[in-house]
């Protein structure tokens, strides 16, 4: 039950930072007005600066687009506990998705040059969210 309520809290907080990229994004919510602790707000030289460029995106979409689908799907998976092929599958996207933030968190202190809170936390929620599915999965 431990692993459960880890997953929802750590897929909440996943979920808001994405909707939060992509409500800024599209011009929705001012980044500056928005009720967010200041060292997470995004501003012109963090992480506004990046979400418009090309590595932010895959397949034409939004990586936080993505963040989006990823987190309501793991809520799901944790509140209607399919077979465990799904589980299994979803372990394995779930790693995929820590392979590809470990790219991004290359490519955010290498190339870009930018020190993005909120990029960083969202990587190490992808993290905890694939240790814990792997956990759980193992525990049952």
């Known amino acids: 039950m431990w692993v459960e309520i880890t997953i929802l809290l750590l897929v909440t907080i996943g979920f ?3 909707l939060y990229f992509t409500l800024v994004y599209f011009g929705f919510i001012n ?7 200041d060292i997470c707000k995004l501003s012109e030289n963090t992480c506004q600066k990046i979400i418009y460029t090309r590595y932010a995106h895959l397949l034409g979409l939004p990586n936080f687009i993505y963040g989006i689908f990823y987190y309501v799907a793991s809520f ?4 209607s506990d399919p077979n465990g092929y799904i589980k299994i599958a979803f372990i394995l996207i779930a790693w995929f998705v820590v392979c590809f933030g470990v790219y991004l968190i290359y490519v955010l202190i290498r190339v ?19 240790i814990s599915f792997t956990i759980r999965e193992f525990l049952q």
Not at 31 to 37: A, E, K, L, M
């Open 31 to 37: 980044p500056q007005r928005f009720p967010i602790p």
């Open 76 to 79: 799901i998976l944790v509140i």
């Open 16 to 18: 808001y930072i994405s």
């Open 112 to 130: 870009l040059k930018v020190n993005c809170v909120l990029c960083f936390i969202s990587h190490g929620l992808n993290f905890l969210l694939a």
